[in-house]
Nanobody, 121 residues
Framework: HVQLVESGGGSVQVGGSLRLSCAAA??????????MGWFRQAPGQEREAVAG???????RYDDSVAGRFTISRDNARNTLYLQMNGLTPEDTAMYYC??????????????WGQGTQVTVS
């Protein structure tokens, strides 16, 4: 029933920046109470975690993006963000927003968006 919609993807040059956003449709309370995360998947490859943020705003990042990407949430606007700087071709992938039915971050996520494509060249 809960729907997550990503936006902000596109094609950029190496070293460029993008900001992804994720908005909820239905059950908007999850943005204030749930752990949220960003994942990415390249064609033919396994989905991998990029960043997560719990209900208190505590964040964690994959080593491949630490120092370049910043995850944040605006609970008043029910929106999740991923600021991406210093993009490289290795960042090219479909990026997905996800949410857990828990304020604590963990390995399993319940809700997923449709994805937004990021291409760096």
């Amino acid at each position: 029933h809960v729907q997550l919609v990503e936006s902000g993807g596109g094609s950029v040059q190496v070293g460029g920046s993008l900001r992804l956003s994720c908005a909820a449709a239905g059950a908007q309370y999850i943005y204030g109470s749930a752990c949220m995360g960003w994942f990415r998947q390249a064609p033919g490859q396994e989905r991998e975690a990029v960043a997560g943020i719990d209900s208190n705003g505590s964040t964690r990042y994959d080593d491949s993006v630490a120092g370049r990407f910043t995850i944040s949430r605006d609970n008043a606007r029910n929106t999740l963000y991923l600021q991406m700087n210093g993009l490289t071709p290795e960042d090219t992938a479909m990026y997905y927003c996800a949410a857990r039915r828990s304020p604590v971050c963990g390995p399993l996520y319940t809700y997923w968006g449709q994805g937004t494509q990021v291409t760096v060249s």
